[in-house]
Each structure stands twice: as C-alpha cells, then as structure tokens.
C-alpha cells in the first residue's frame, strides 16, 4: 500500500516478521477493524476472525452452558480467548498453537496474557493424540495455514482423537472457510463430523461456517 493510500483508508502497518510456519505476517491496523494479523492473505486473528468466532459464541451462550473448561486449538493471536473470557468469566483456557511468533505478536499487539491463558507450543495434530491429563467443557479449532487447512488435522482421525478431549456433554466447535473451491473441503469436513458426533449444526459468518458439534443429541 502507498502512504496517500494508506491515509485514505486509515491503514496502518504495525509490523512485518517472517514466521517459519505462516510465511509473511503482518500486523494491521485501520478503521473498520482495529488491530488484527494477517498470513497467507487473510486475516488470522483480531479483525474479521473475531466477528466470525463472536458469531458462534453467541450462539453457544444462548444455551445457557457454563463452559467451565475450555481447550483451543489454533490460538492464534489469542482474541477468541479473550472472547471466550468475556463470555464465561471465570473459565479456565487451554490454547495450543505451533506457531511462537504468532504467539508473541498476540502479546504484543492483540492483549493476549499468558497469566489468563495457558499457552502451549505445539503442533495441534501431536498435542491431540497424547492421553488428555483433563477433559474440556468446549473444543475450538481454527487450524489454517493462511486459507489452507493441513490435511493431517482435516480427517476423521483427527477430529475423533479430538473427541477424546471432551466430556460427555463437552461441545467441539470447528472453523473452516466456505466459499469458491474452499466449499468442497468444507462439507467433507460436515460428512466427517457427522459420523462422528451425534449432532452437528452450522453457523454462517461472513465467508466461513462454524460447525458445532454435540457429544449429546436433542
């Protein structure tokens, strides 16, 4: 972006770092969407993605659960922990991510605090198939590599290594874009789930679809 264009539109770039896991990532802020970090051309986290995640938090708030015990895979710059925070006070947070620059730019730029969050560093695909020490209340996945999602953490193995983390009326919530050809993946992810689960919805923000899936059917 030039600077008369920058000004125009109120963008400003914070930071640029190479990271060894998302390639470029730039730390924006204008107008519209505050401070958020962008890899791969999309937003990662803040910004956009946290009007997405707000959307399914939402709606898992209207039920009435107090998730108690929450685990998220993909942490990220840590805004839905934070969002998490806001909307159950008081709950313990688990974040996994592989990715320590993202992690660091979290701290910097996005109020991520590890004294709110426990923060490990770890590829998500591993963390998943050790024995879990605790069961989790609430599972949130968002594991991109800018809008790619590695196939090692798209497949029914995955998703029941992740079940293995829930307790019995534990809810998982996983994020995936859908639109163009990014469609395709994404209803594959919907077929696998729903052999998995016993309920599945979905909820649609903006480009993407959450879905939301129940240890315990209606």
């Known amino acids: 972006m030039g ?11 914070l930071e ?3 990271s060894p896991f998302n390639g470029n990532l730039t730390v924006v802020k204008d107008f519209a969407w505050g401070t958020y970090i962008k890899g791969g051309g999309l937003t990662q ?29 993909g942490l990220g710059g840590g805004d839905v922990a934070r969002m ?10 688990t974040g996994v991510e592989i990715d320590q620059i993202m992690v660091d730019l979290g701290k910097k730029y996005l109020g991520l605090k590890e004294n709110e969050v426990e923060i490990i560093i770890k590829d998500a695909a591993k963390f998943v198939k050790k024995k879990p020490k605790g069961k989790y209340d609430l599972v949130l996945i968002d594991l991109y590599v800018g809008d790619n999602v590695p ?8 998703f029941k290594s992740v079940r293995k ?15 163009g050809l990014k469609r ?6 919907r077929q696998d789930l729903e052999k998995i689960f016993p309920k599945v ?12 899936c129940s240890q315990v059917a209606d």
């Not at 998490?84 to 947070?93: A, M, Y």
């Open 84 to 93: 998490v925070s806001e909307f159950w006070s008081g709950s313990t947070i």
């Open 184 to 189: 395709k993946i994404a209803e594959k992810t």
């Open 16 to 18: 640029e770092i190479e």
């Open 165 to 179: 983390f829930l307790k019995k009326d534990g809810i998982l919530v996983v994020n995936r874009v859908y639109y």
């Open 45 to 73: 986290s803040g910004g956009i993605m946290s009007s997405v995640w707000k959307s399914a938090l939402k709606n898992l708030k209207k039920r009435k659960i107090n998730f108690k015990k929450v685990l998220i895979l």
């Open 3 to 13: 600077k008369l264009e920058n000004f125009l539109t109120g963008v400003k770039v």
């Open 151 to 158: 196939e090692k953490i798209n497949s029914p193995n995955f």
């Open 201 to 212: 919805e979905t909820v649609f923000p903006e480009a993407n679809i959450m879905f939301i």
